[in-house]
Structures are given as C-alpha cells and as structure tokens.
Nanobody, 123 residues
Framework: QVQLVESGGGLVQAGGSLRLSCAAS????????MGWFRQAPGKEREFVAA????????YYKDSVKGRFTISRDNAKNTVYLQMNSLKPEDTAVYYCAAEKTRLRVSQYEYDYWGQGTQVTVSS
C-alpha cells in the first residue's frame, strides 16, 4: 500500500501562485509515476500533470503548460505542483495519485489516491 497526503491548497487571487505537495509513504518503491488530478464542482476529475520517479519525465495537460510545473524529491518521497498565473478556472480539489507501472494520464489507471486539497482562485 502507498499512502498519499496532499497539502498546500488555499485561496489565492487570479494571477497568484500556490505550491502543492504530495508526501508518499508506505510501499513507495512500488510506484513508478505520480500524477496530479483535479475535480471542479459538477465536473469530471481530470488529469493535470504527471512525473516519473526515476527519470523525472513529465507530461502536462495543455491548458496548464507554461504555468504549472511538476517536480519530485526522491529523498523525501514527495511530489510538488508549482502553480503560477492561476486562473479562476483552476479552482478545484487537487488530488495526487500513484501509478505502479508507467506514466499515464487516465485516472482509472492510477492505483493509490490522496484525500485532496482545495484550491480556490478568486477573480
């Protein structure tokens, strides 16, 4: 089992920044990639970004490219999502997830999930 705990959410004005953290514990060696997803009220949960633990390969949703950066600290078993130039449409609950085989964009392929952290961007 892998346990994931997100932190760093909050309320920010449009144009502002937040950094989310996701601390992994337990059988962390069993995960190959980590992803960030988000779910806005009344909408499906959607992929935001993902990274592999070993090579640090990354992949982003088109609408966040150039604004969000995913990174990892292997020594701390922690993944980060730096979010800059935030927009009201970025408002959502943000979840991190762990995948056992490879970097994926589908939420249905991820094996472990955190409880989520709320990000609210005011206009």
């Amino acid at each position: 089992q892998v346990q994931l705990v997100e932190s760093g959410g909050g309320l920010v004005q449009a144009g502002g920044s937040l950094r989310l953290s996701c601390a992994a514990s337990g059988r962390t060696f069993s995960s190959v990639a980590m992803g960030w997803f988000r779910q806005a009220p009344g909408k499906e949960r959607e992929f935001v970004a993902a990274i592999t633990w070993s090579e640090g390969s990354t992949y982003y949703k088109d609408s966040v490219k150039g604004r969000f950066t995913i990174s990892r600290d292997n020594a701390k078993n922690t993944v980060y999502l730096q979010m800059n130039s935030l927009k009201p449409e970025d408002t959502a609950v943000y979840y991190c997830a762990a995948e056992k085989t490879r970097l994926r964009v589908s939420q249905y392929e991820y094996d472990y999930w955190g409880q989520g952290t709320q990000v609210t961007v005011s206009s």
